[in-house]
């Protein structure tokens, strides 16, 4: 079993950053980070393969940065030139299995940390 524990949420001015991290307890292959607001289908943001090959989706190209820090086993996801519309929960997510990573179905979840940001 993995845990996975996001910190860094809060609410910032549009044009600000922000930080989150992402905390896992055990064995990731690949990581990545997903948002989500009411009413609307969860969205893959970023993701981080073990190569550290990483993807991330075109409305957050050049502002949204995924990396992972091997020796902490910890994800991070620095985000600048924030937008209204990238107010969201945000939620870090991990697979171990190569399948798994291949086809983005991971199975294991944060809790989730909100970020608002403001006009």
């Known amino acids: 079993q993995v845990q996975l524990v996001e910190s860094g949420g809060g609410s910032v001015q549009a044009g600000g950053s922000l930080r989150l991290s992402c905390s896992a307890s055990?064995?990731?292959?690949?990581m990545g980070w997903f948002r989500q607001t009411p009413g609307k289908e969860r969205e893959g943001v970023a993701h981080?393969?073990?190569?550290?090959?990483?993807t991330s989706a075109d409305s957050v190209k050049g502002r949204f940065t995924i990396s992972k820090d091997v020796a902490k086993n910890t994800l991070y996801l620095q985000m600048n030139s924030l937008k209204p519309e990238d107010t969201a929960m945000y939620y870090c997510?991990?697979?171990?299995?190569?399948?798994?990573?291949?086809?983005?179905?991971?199975?294991?979840w944060g809790q989730g940390t909100q970020v608002t940001v403001s006009s």
């Open positions: 981080i393969d073990s190569d550290g090959s990483t």
């Open positions: 055990g064995y990731t292959l690949c």
């Open positions: 997510a991990a697979a171990e299995m190569a399948w798994r990573c291949r086809l983005r179905r991971y199975n294991y």
